[in-house]
Nanobody
Framework: QVQLAESGGGLVQAGGSLQLSCAAS????????MGWFRQAPGKEREFVAA????????LYADSVQDRFFIFRDNAKNTVYLQMNSLKPEDTAVYYC????????????????????WGQGTQVTVSS
């Protein structure tokens, strides 16, 4: 099992940027893919971005493509989500999650493939 802790959320104006961080502990971080998901009030949790264990491959939801970027630093056991050109519709609680399968070859956008979750960090984008 891996423990995950997100940070970096906050209030930002539309068009601004934020960088979320997710620190992992308790398991060999570098051997597992990671993902970011979000949940807005009254909506289901949805996929945002994912990255393979090596960092070689990434996957994004259409709604954040070319605005958000996921990357990882395995030496620091941390995965990041750089969010640019933020929109009010990006407002949500953002969660990082760790893949259940070791060294998966492709990033997954399936919420059910992720077995460990952080507590979430609130991102609010004002218009």
């Amino acid at each position: 099992q891996v423990q995950l802790a997100e940070s970096g959320g906050g209030l930002v104006q539309a068009g601004g940027s934020l960088q979320l961080s997710c620190a992992a502990s308790g398991r060999t971080f570098s051997m597992y893919g990671m993902g970011w998901f979000r949940q807005a009030p009254g909506k289901e949790r949805e996929f945002v971005a994912a990255i393979t264990w090596s960092g070689a491959s990434t996957l994004y939801a259409d709604s954040v493509q070319d605005r958000f970027f996921i990357f990882r630093d395995n030496a620091k056991n941390t995965v990041y989500l750089q969010m640019n050109s933020l929109k009010p519709e990006d407002t949500a609680v953002y969660y990082c999650a760790a893949d259940s399968i070791r060294t998966r070859r492709k990033p997954s956008d399936d919420l059910g493939e992720f077995g460990s979750w952080g507590q979430g960090t609130q991102v609010t984008v004002s218009s």
